[in-house]
């Protein structure tokens, strides 16, 4: 069984730093792309990073050179180093799993098809 498990939201005030990470546990690795999505109530989902399963990466515009998303295939386990936070950067961050090449993160990867997702993780960023 799949599961997508984050860890290490919490609470930072404007310009800290915080580590998101995801453990997949069930899932094989090889050819699926890892994802992190926010959510603010009363507001859509947005993607933040996308890393491909040989390490390519790709940002949302409002995180490129703040936000860093780095993966083990050999531990299972993504990680999004987030610095120089910001209170628009605050929401819950899920991580997220999609079978596809190592290309699934070239073009519009925000609105491909990601088949699993974990529960999600608090992060609030106070000014």
């Known amino acids: 069984q799949v599961q997508l498990v984050e860890s290490g939201g919490g609470s930072v005030q404007a310009g800290g730093s915080l580590r998101l990470s995801c453990s997949t546990p069930?899932?094989?690795?090889?050819?699926?792309?890892l994802g992190w999505f926010r959510q603010v109530p009363g507001k859509e989902r947005e993607g933040v990073s996308c890393?491909?399963?040989?390490?390519?990466?790709k940002y949302a515009d409002s995180v490129k050179g703040r936000f860093s998303v780095s993966r083990d295939n050999g531990k299972k386990s993504m990680n999004l180093q987030m610095r120089y936070l910001q209170p628009d950067d605050t929401g819950i961050y899920y991580c997220?799993?999609?079978?596809?090449?190592?290309?699934?993160?070239?073009?519009?990867?925000?609105?491909?098809?990601?088949?699993?997702w974990g529960q999600g993780t608090q992060v609030t960023v106070s000014s």
């Open positions: 997220a799993a999609a079978w596809g090449g190592s290309d699934f993160c070239s073009g519009s990867w925000m609105t491909k098809s990601w088949g699993y």
């Open positions: 069930g899932l094989y690795t090889a050819n699926y792309a």
């Open positions: 890393i491909g399963w040989t390490g390519h990466t």
